[in-house]
């Protein structure tokens, strides 16, 4: 039980990696466990979910991620001397205006779109969100049995008649 339990935490780690690898521009990256074997096109895809609002949503939680790293970049790129000699690199083309560009490459490369160009991406975004909705399941039937056996144990103790004591 042990070893399968790390096994799969190895392979979530490792599907979860290239999900992140896709996010910050490399959706090559992404492993694609459940995707089908037909054909993938693009134009009939808008997202993993297969509710609109689901994917309106997940839509817009990347593209808030995308402005929060943006934000801590431009942070970053405005640190004085710092900004120029150990945090930020420059673009390919030798661009160091690192106030308007930005300061790490990952954070310039962000595709919050990222899940539309490959049909891996997708798959795997649907594994890890069901892995992570059975998760939360399996915590609330936790929290409500536990209750259940408090209440249950409470209301035994209430029956019970307690020895004199003098």
């Known amino acids: 039980l042990e070893v399968s ?22 959706s090559s990256q992404c492993f694609g466990v459940l995707a089908s074997s037909t054909p993938f096109t693009e134009s009939k895809s808008e997202g993993p979910f297969i509710d609109s609002f689901s994917n309106k949503a997940f839509a817009a939680l990347l593209e808030y991620a995308k402005l929060y790293y943006n934000k801590w970049d431009f942070l970053g790129a405005r640190a004085s001397f710092m900004s120029k000699n150990i945090l930020c690199t420059p673009t390919e083309d030798g661009n160091t205006d690192y106030a308007t560009i930005g300061c790490s490459p990952p954070v310039r490369r962000i595709n919050p779109q990222f899940y539309l160009e490959e049909e891996n991406c997708q798959a795997d975004i649907g594994m890890i969100v069901g892995i992570w909705a059975a998760a939360c399941v399996v915590l609330c039937l936790e929290h409500i049995y536990r209750e259940y056996r408090v209440r249950r144990r409470a209301a035994v103790q209430r029956g019970r008649r307690r020895p004199h004591q003098d």
Not at 6 to 25: D, H, M, Q
């Open 5 to 26: 339990v790390i096994i799969s935490t190895i392979f979530l780690t490792a599907v979860t990696t290239g999900l992140v690898r896709g996010y910050f521009g490399d």
